[in-house]
Nanobody, 122 residues
């Protein structure tokens, strides 16, 4: 079993930055691709970013390209999402997830964290 725990969410003003972390335990972290998703009230969960097992390949949603950066540290069993130039529309619960393959498809992700709230004020 794989456990994922997100941290780093909070309240920030528009234009500010936050870094989310996702600590993974239970299995070999480097054997999983990682993704970040978010869900705003009344909306479906959407893809934000994804990174391959070794970190050499990444995907980003168009809405966050140039502002968000996904990364991972396999020695620390942790994935990160650096979020800069935050906008009010980035407000959502952010989830990290682990998949056996590097994918942009939500259905490929087998394990999910509990989520962390990000609120961006205008």
């Amino acid at each position: 079993q794989v456990q994922l725990v997100e941290s780093g969410g909070g309240l920030v003003q528009a234009g500010g930055s936050l870094r989310l972390s996702c600590a993974v335990s239970g299995r070999t972290f480097s054997s999983y691709a990682m993704g970040w998703f978010r869900q705003a009230p009344g909306k479906e969960r959407e893809r934000v970013a994804a990174i391959s097992r070794g970190g050499g390949s990444t995907y980003y949603a168009d809405s966050v390209k140039g502002r968000f950066t996904i990364s991972r540290d396999n020695a620390k069993n942790t994935a990160y999402l650096q979020m800069n130039s935050l906008k009010p529309e980035d407000t959502a619960v952010y989830y990290c997830a682990a998949a056996r393959i590097h994918s942009w498809a939500r259905d490929e992700y087998d394990y999910w964290g509990q989520g962390t709230q990000v609120t961006v004020s205008s």
